[in-house]
């Protein structure tokens, strides 16, 4: 993995937990394909972020999903001659860096991200982890001299805590990290719920609501009854003056998926029953899930293969986080 000058260091994430949504595609997997051309790229499955809600799945369901996840970004288009793919637990330097930076963390930082303001109303108790979730991100992230981070439009507020972590070490330690900057789509950084376009599609309410989301390793017949039953509005016909939330999230999934511009998309939907919009989105979707699920039962069914693509995976940035280690604990006098 050598980098030339005119790369820069991409660096991104999931949490094995639930089931990847198309959003996760749109939002972040699709641009991380197309980092791969031109950059150097490492994709991590983030296992230890999934321990700040520590019962939402049980030991053996991690174990699980945590191979579904890197099976996805495989399936996805993730290539591992041209990216690092390795698993977040794999790698000691994220938790003994993530110390390091907690202690340079204004508690008021992490009291004000609204991810922990959302998700600490719904526990009935806190662990001191969800709390300090941002600190970790900006770990995986700092380990790796990261250039660029793509992600949906949430996860916005936790890269620029990261950088914000960073200058604060860097200020207080001297020139240690580089400095990350989000990469968000403009078009479809924020994919809404089919049931509820006022709600960022996720993963979690996909576990408890159907109708929700598209699950890449739904079946068809679940994908066709999801999107042919969103949530439009009263009137009969496209207008994209009058467009409400649902339409507009149904033109920006057929865009984005089918490369579209927003003209041509209003043109052919101008006038038609929201039926058609539907139909078009359902197939648009088809032709990217379908391939998915093929490979993915390709990589999931071969032997060892997972398992092989996160072992050298981690192996081969070992140097790089042992060194960016080294130098944080060096300029703390440590070491
Ligand atoms: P998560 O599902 O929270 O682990 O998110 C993984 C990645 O997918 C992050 O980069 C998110 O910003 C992105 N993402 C998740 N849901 C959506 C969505 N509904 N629309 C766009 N991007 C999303
Ligand atoms: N918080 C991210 C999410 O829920 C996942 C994540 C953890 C991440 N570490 C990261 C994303 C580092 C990008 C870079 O989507």
């Known amino acids: 993995m050598t980098k030339t000058s005119k790369q820069l260091r991409v660096f991104s994430g999931v949490q094995p937990t639930g089931n990847l949504t198309l959003g996760n595609y749109i939002g972040a997997l699709s641009q991380w394909v197309t980092h791969q051309a031109d950059n150097e790229t490492i994709f991590c499955v983030v296992d230890l972020h999934t321990l700040t809600i520590p019962d939402s799945i049980s030991p053996q369901e991690r174990r699980q999903k945590i191979r579904e996840v ?5 399936a996805c288009g993730i290539d ?26 204004p508690l008021g930082w992490m009291e004000r991200m609204t991810q922990f303001k959302s998700k600490s109303h719904k526990q009935e108790s806190i662990g001191s982890g969800l709390l300090m979730y941002p600190v970790l991100q900006a770990a995986d992230i700092l380990l790796y001299e990261t250039d660029l981070v793509p992600v949906g439009e949430d996860q916005k507020q936790h890269i620029e805590i990261a950088c914000d972590i960073a200058q604060r070490f860097n200020h207080l330690f001297g020139e240690t990290f580089r400095l990350p900057k989000a990469v968000i789509p403009k078009s479809g950084a924020r994919i809404m719920g089919f049931d509820d376009p006022t709600a960022k599609m996720s993963k979690s309410i996909a576990q408890v609501k159907s109708g929700h989301a598209v699950g890449l390793l739904d079946d068809e017949k679940a994908i066709k009854k999801t999107i042919m039953s969103a949530v439009t509005d009263s009137k009969q016909e496209f207008s994209l003056e009058d467009a409400s939330p649902g339409v507009l999230n149904l033109l920006t999934i057929y865009e984005v998926l089918t490369k579209t511009a927003r003209e041509d998309a209003v043109n052919r939907f101008n006038g038609k029953g929201y039926g058609h919009l539907k139909k078009d989105v359902f197939e648009a979707v088809m032709e990217v899930v379908a391939p998915i699920q093929q490979r993915y039962l390709q990589y ?36």
């Open 70 to 74: 890197v099976g996805l970004y495989l």
């Open 80 to 105: 591992p001659k041209k990216s690092v793919i390795f698993v977040q637990s794999h790698m000691k330097q994220h938790t003994e860096l993530a110390w390091l930076l907690t202690c340079v963390t």
């Open 300 to 335: 999931s069914a071969e032997p060892g293969f997972i398992e092989d693509v996160v072992k050298e995976g981690a192996e081969s940035i070992t140097p790089l986080a042992d060194k960016v280690m080294r130098s944080a604990l060096q300029a703390t006098g440590m070491g």
